[in-house]
C-alpha cells in the first residue's frame, strides 16, 4: 500500500483529503458513529471514540489511580498536573497495544466546566470555579495526555462537557441561560487555553440546553470552538444524547431532521446506542435522501475525524510513542506519582498548632473512611490501597474504630437475618443473632447503606427486585445498595429503595419491591452499638484521634444526582463531636470530592483533600507527620450552608453574586485558602503599567491581617496594548522549610457595569527555607482587563482605576496597590444606529433567555406578567420616532416602553403582540411619544409568554 495518504512527507491537509476522496459516501457515512465502520479495501481499520482517562485510565482493569480532578487542581501546580496526564496517556497506549478495540486513543478528559455550585453532582470531575485556573489545569493535563511530539498524538484528548453544565437534576430537558457576560466572561474562557494551544484536539457538547437549544446544536462550535483551534478539532457527542434532540427535548420531529441539524452544527461523531450503529448512520443516510445533508456536509465531518486519526499517526509507519508497552501501567515511576499527587493536593484548613504530629505513641484511626479507599464513576480500578489506617500504621502504633451504629433488623414475624451466601434475606422467629445485625452507614442527604455483618456484603437489590445481601458495597451506573427512611407507626421504619423510588416489602417470607408504600415492611430498627459511643471509647485511650469523614463518590452526590446541602453526614458529625470531647487533640481529616460543612468550628486541626487514589493514606501520613508541608490549596469556595448559594438552575454568577467572584458573604473558606506548617511575610509590592511609574504597597506582610489597606501609591497609566507588571517579595518567616501559593487578584473600581469583587489573574507557588525569600512577579496583558461590552458586543478595557491584590487567598490579602488604566469610556448606547438585540440588556426581571430560532440567536422571554428589561443610557439623539419588535407570544399581548422606571417611568410606547408560534417572530411597529437625549429604557412585557428577539428604532424626520 503506497497511497499518498500514507506518506508521513506530504502535509497534513493533502493525507486526510487523499484518504476522504477514495472512500464512498456510504463509507463516509460509517466514519459518524462512535464505533468507526473499517474500510478494508484501504486498508482503514476500524476506530472507537471514547476512553475515560479523567484521573488516570478508568474502566479497562487495574492501571494507576491518580486523586480525582478536583484535587489535582488543588495543587496548584500545572507540571505536575501535565506530568499526571502524561502518565495516563502511558496508560492508554499500553492497554491499547493490548486491545486496540477496548482501549481507544480518543480520550474523554479533561473536565473544563466551571465549578459554580459545589452541589452539583459531578463536582468532583472538575478543576475550579475559576475559569481561568480552569483553563490552565484542563490545558496542562490535555498537555500530558496529548504527548510531547509537536506533530504526532499520543492520546487525543477532549474537553468536556460544551457548555454550561453545573446541574444533574433534569440535566437532558433544563436550559443553562447565560447572559452575554456570564457566557463570554465566565463560561468561555475555560474552554479556550486547551484548544488554542493544540493540547485537545476534541470536545464533547454537554447534555442541557444552553438558552433553549441544545449544547449539541449550538452554533458556537463553530463560532467559537473551531475558531480557537489552530487544527481542525472533532466534536464527539455525549453518551445516547443525540437521541435526546428529537426525544426528551423534543427540539425537532423525528431523528433525521435533528441528526442534520447536529451534523450542520459542528458534530462530527454520534455517541448513540453503544457499539450498534445501524439506526444512526440509517438516521443519517435518510437525512441525505431527504436533502437535510449533503455529501458537502459529511465530507466537513469526516475531515474532522480523519484528521485526528492521521495526528494519532495512525497512517505512519512508525510514531515517537511505539516505545510505550505494558510494563508502565502501575510501574513505580506511576506509584511514585501518584503518591507526590496525593501529598501535594492536601490542604490545611485549620491548625492551631497540634501538627504537625510530634512522634505519638498511639493513634486512634476513626470513621467510616478510615480503612477505605473509593472509586468514583470514572476512577480507574485500584491496583492496590494504602488507606488512612494503612498509612499511619507504618510509622506507629494504631487502632481503628469504624464508627457507625449497629443495629439489628427485625419485623413482627421475627429477626431479619442475611443468608451466609449473600442470597435473599429472610425472617426467622425469634432472635437472629450475628446474622440479623446490620452496620448502618450515613453518606448524607438521607442515603443509608446497609452492611451484613455475618457476611461483610451490603445489602442490594437483584434483577428481580429481591432484597439480597451480595455488594461490596454502593457500586455500579444504577447504584442499587441505598435508602432512605420513612417512619411508620410505633417507631418502626420503611426502607425506600433510592434507584427505584419503590419501598421494601415482606412478600411471602422474601423481602421484595413493591410500588405501594402502604406495602412496605415495618421494620424495627434496634441500635446494638453506638458507633459516635465506641469511636469517643477508643479515642480516649490514645494520644491523638485522627477522624476521617467525607462522602460515598458514588451515594447523594455523583453523575446523574445532585446535593440538596453541603452537610456533612450527621452520623459523622457525631462521630467528631464524640471524638473531640473524649481526646481534645481530634485531627479531622476530609476525603471529598466537593467542599463540605460541618457545626464544630472549634476542631484543632482539619485537612482535606479529594478522594487521592492508591497512595493516599501515604501521603497523608506524610503531612501529618511533618515530613512534607501541606501544599494544596482550595480552588472552591466552601461555603457555611447551602442557603447562601443561589437556586441551583440560576447561571448568572454575576446577578446572584455567585463564586468567589461576586459572593459578599463570609464563607466557611475562602477560594484559594489553605495552611502550611510555617508563616510567610509578604512586603514590597510594585504596580507598573507600560511607563514603569509605580505604586507601592501600604502593608508591611506580616500573618496578622485578613486584608490590606489600600495603598493609594501613584497610579500608572496604559492602554489596551500595554502590561500592568506586578512584584512582591515573599520570606518565609517561620522555623520550618514551606510552600507558599502566592495569589494576584484585581478588582476595577469604578465601572459601567458591575464588576467582581476579586478575580484570580495568577499565581506562583514558592518553596523557601527559614529566612529565606524570594521576589515573585506576574506580567498581566491590559487586554486581560477586559469585560464584554453589550453595548457593542465587543471586550473592551474600560479607562479606570483597578487594584492589585496579592495574597495567601481571595479574603487574604497581605498587599494591594492601586494602578490606573488608560481605556475606552463606554459611550451610551445609540439607539438610532442600528438594531439592539433583546439579550443585550443591562438588567432585567423575571425572563429566561431562549432561542431566537432553532439555528442561531437568542431572545427573552417572559416568565411573568411585568417582567422587564433595561438598557440603561440609551442616546435617543435627536429623537425617536418609532420602534420595530420582533416578536412572538402563545398568547398574544403587549409590549410596553418606558424611560427610568419599569413600573412608573414615562410610557412612551405600546407594541402589540401577535399570538403565534414558538419561533414565528413577527415584525411589529409602533409609534413613539417624545423621547430625545440619553434616558434609561425599559421593555416592560404586560403578559407572560411574551417573546422578543430585538429592536429597532426610527428616528424623526
Not at 757 to 766: I, N
Request: charged share 25%; proline share 6%; with cysteine.
Amino acid at each position: 500500500m503506497n497511497e499518498p495518504f500514507r506518506d508521513p512527507g506530504l502535509p497534513l491537509a493533502a493525507r486526510v483529503a487523499d484518504l476522504r476522496d477514495r472512500l464512498t459516501l456510504e463509507e463516509k457515512v460509517g466514519l459518524l458513529h462512535q464505533y468507526q465502520a473499517p474500510v478494508p479495501r484501504l486498508g482503514v481499520e476500524g476506530f472507537r471514540t471514547g476512553t475515560e482517562a479523567l484521573h488516570g485510565l478508568a474502566w479497562l482493569g487495574p492501571a494507576t489511580v491518580f486523586p480525582q480532578a478536583v484535587g489535582l487542581a488543588s495543587t496548584w501546580d500545572p507540571e505536575l498536573v501535565r506530568r499526571v496526564g502524561e502518565a495516563t496517556g502511558d496508560e492508554v497506549l499500553a492497554f491499547h497495544r493490548k486491545d486496540p478495540s477496548g482501549a481507544g486513543r480518543n480520550v474523554w478528559a479533561p473536565v473544563v466546566n466551571p465549578l459554580r455550585d459545589p452541589r452539583w453532582g459531578r463536582n468532583e470531575e472538575g478543576y475550579s470555579e475559576d475559569p481561568w485556573l480552569t483553563g490552565v489545569m484542563a490545558a496542562a493535563y490535555a498537555s500530558g495526555l496529548r504527548g510531547s511530539d509537536p506533530t504526532v498524538l499520543k492520546t487525543a484528548p477532549t474537553l468536556k462537557h460544551f457548555l454550561g453544565y453545573n446541574n444533574e437534576t433534569d440535566r437532558c430537558v433544563t436550559s443553562s441561560e447565560l447572559p452575554p457576560r456570564v457566557l463570554r466572561e465566565y463560561e468561555l474562557p475555560a474552554y479556550r487555553p486547551a484548544l488554542e494551544q493544540g493540547a485537545a484536539v476534541a470536545v464533547m457538547p454537554s447534555y442541557n440546553l444552553v438558552n433553549g437549544r441544545p449544547a449539541h446544536l449550538s452554533p458556537l462550535i463553530r463560532e467559537a470552538l473551531r475558531e480557537w483551534a489552530p487544527d481542525d478539532i472533532l466534536v464527539v457527542s455525549d453518551a445516547y444524547a443525540p437521541g435526546n434532540l428529537a426525544g426528551p427535548q423534543a427540539y425537532h420531529e423525528d431523528p433525521p431532521a435533528a441528526y442534520a441539524h447536529a451534523i450542520r452544527a459542528g458534530l462530527d461523531s454520534f455517541t448513540q446506542d453503544d457499539d450498534r450503529s445501524a439506526e444512526t448512520l440509517g438516521h443519517i443516510r435518510r437525512a441525505l435522501e431527504r436533502g437535510l445533508l449533503t455529501e458537502e456536509d459529511v465530507d466537513e465531518a469526516v475531515r474532522h475525524t480523519l484528521s485526528v486519526r492521521f495526528r494519532l499517526g495512525e497512517f505512519d509507519p512508525a510514531t515517537p510513542y511505539d516505545g510505550i508497552t505494558e510494563a508502565v501501567v502501575n510501574g513505580p515511576e506511576h506509584r511514585e506519582l501518584a503518591r507526590e499527587a496525593a501529598r501535594r493536593s492536601i490542604v490545611l484548613l485549620r491548625n492551631d498548632g497540634i501538627l504537625p504530629l510530634d512522634a505519638p505513641g498511639r493513634i486512634a484511626v476513626i470513621g467510616q473512611l478510615g480503612d477505605t479507599l473509593m472509586e468514583d464513576w470514572y476512577s480507574g480500578t485500584l491496583p492496590y490501597a494504602v488507606t488512612a489506617r494503612a498509612g499511619l500504621a507504618e510509622r506507629c502504633e494504631t487502632v481503628f474504630c469504624e464508627a457507625v451504629d449497629r443495629v439489628a433488623l427485625s419485623v413482627d414475624a421475627g429477626a431479619v437475618v442475611a443468608d451466609p451466601g449473600g442470597g435473599p434475606l429472610s425472617v426467622v422467629p425469634g432472635g437472629g443473632g450475628d446474622a440479623a445485625l446490620y452496620d448502618l452507614f450515613d453518606w448524607g442527604g438521607g442515603s443509608y447503606a446497609l452492611r451484613a455483618v455475618a457476611t461483610g456484603r451490603h445489602l442490594s437489590v437483584d434483577d428481580d427486585g429481591v432484597l439480597v445481601n451480595d455488594q461490596p458495597g454502593p457500586n455500579g451506573w444504577e447504584v442499587r445498595q441505598t435508602f432512605r427512611t420513612e417512619r411508620r407507626p410505633r417507631g418502626t421504619l420503611a426502607l425506600r429503595h433510592i434507584s427505584t423510588g419503590r419501598y421494601v416489602a415482606l412478600d411471602g417470607g422474601t423481602f421484595r419491591l413493591a410500588d405501594d408504600a402502604d406495602a412496605a415492611a415495618w421494620l424495627t430498627v434496634e441500635r446494638v452499638v453506638d458507633g459516635a459511643e465506641a469511636a469517643a471509647a477508643l479515642a480516649a485511650t490514645a494520644d491523638v484521634a485522627v477522624v476521617v469523614v467525607g462522602d460515598h463518590p458514588l451515594v447523594n452526590g455523583r453523575e446523574t444526582e445532585d446535593r440538596l446541602d453541603l452537610d456533612l453526614p450527621a452520623a459523622q458529625q457525631a462521630v467528631v463531636r464524640a471524638v473531640r470531647a473524649a481526646n481534645p487533640r481530634t485531627v479531622m481529616v476530609i476525603s471529598s470530592g466537593y467542599p463540605v460543612a460541618w457545626d464544630d468550628e472549634d476542631l484543632p486541626a482539619v485537612l482535606w483533600s479529594s478522594h487521592g487514589g492508591q497512595e493516599y493514606g501515604h501521603a497523608l501520613a506524610e503531612v501529618l507527620f511533618g515530613d512534607a508541608d501541606p501544599e494544596g490549596r482550595l480552588t472552591q469556595t466552601w461555603y457555611r450552608s447551602a442557603c447562601e448559594l443561589p437556586d441551583l438552575l440560576d447561571y448568572d454568577i454575576i446577578a446572584s453574586d455567585a463564586t468567589y467572584q461576586y459572593y459578599r458573604g463570609e464563607p466557611l473558606f475562602p477560594f484559594g485558602h489553605g495552611l502550611g506548617y510555617t508563616t510567610f511575610g509578604y512586603s514590597g509590592l510594585t504596580v507598573s503599567v507600560e511607563d514603569g511609574t509605580e505604586g507601592t504597597d501600604g502593608t508591611d506582610g506580616t500573618d496578622g491581617p485578613e486584608s490590606a489597606e489600600d495603598a493609594g501609591g501613584a497610579e500608572s497609566a496604559g492602554g489596551a496594548g500595554s502590561t500592568v507588571t506586578v512584584t512582591a517579595t515573599v520570606a518565609n518567616t517561620g522555623p520550618r522549610a514551606g510552600t507558599e501559593v502566592v495569589q494576584l487578584y484585581t478588582h476595577q473600581r469604578s465601572s459601567r457595569v458591575k464588576q467582581p469583587l476579586r478575580r484570580l489573574r495568577g499565581f506562583t507557588k514558592v518553596r523557601l527555607a527559614p529566612g529565606e525569600s524570594t521576589t515573585v512577579s506576574w506580567r498581566l496583558p491590559v487586554r486581560d482587563l477586559a469585560f464584554w461590552d453589550v453595548t457593542r458586543n465587543r471586550f473592551v478595557v474600560e479607562d479606570a482605576p483597578h487594584r492589585a491584590m496579592v495574597g495567601r487567598s481571595a479574603r487574604d490579602i497581605r498587599l494591594c496597590a492601586s494602578f490606573h488604566v488608560e481605556g475606552e469610556r463606554i459611550p451610551p448606547r445609540a439607539a438610532l444606529a442600528g438594531p439592539i438585540r433583546a439579550v443585550d440588556h443591562d438588567e432585567y426581571d423575571a425572563v429566561a433567555f431562549v432561542d431566537a430560532d432553532r439555528v442561531s440567536g437568542d431572545a427573552v422571554r417572559s416568565t411573568a406578567a411585568g417582567a422587564w428589561i433595561s438598557f440603561r443610557s440609551t442616546d435617543f439623539g435627536a429623537g425617536a420616532a418609532s420602534v420595530a419588535a420582533r416578536v412572538t407570544g402563545a398568547e398574544g399581548g403587549v409590549l410596553s416602553l418606558r424611560l427610568d422606571d419599569p413600573l412608573h417611568g414615562p410610557l412612551i410606547g405600546d407594541l402589540p403582540v401577535p399570538r403565534a408560534g414558538r419561533y414565528d417572530l413577527t415584525e411589529v411597529r409602533t409609534g413613539l411619544a417624545d423621547v430625545r437625549g440619553v434616558r434609561d429604557l425599559y421593555m416592560v412585557f404586560e403578559n407572560a409568554g411574551i417573546t422578543l428577539a430585538g429592536l429597532t428604532f426610527g428616528e424623526r424626520a
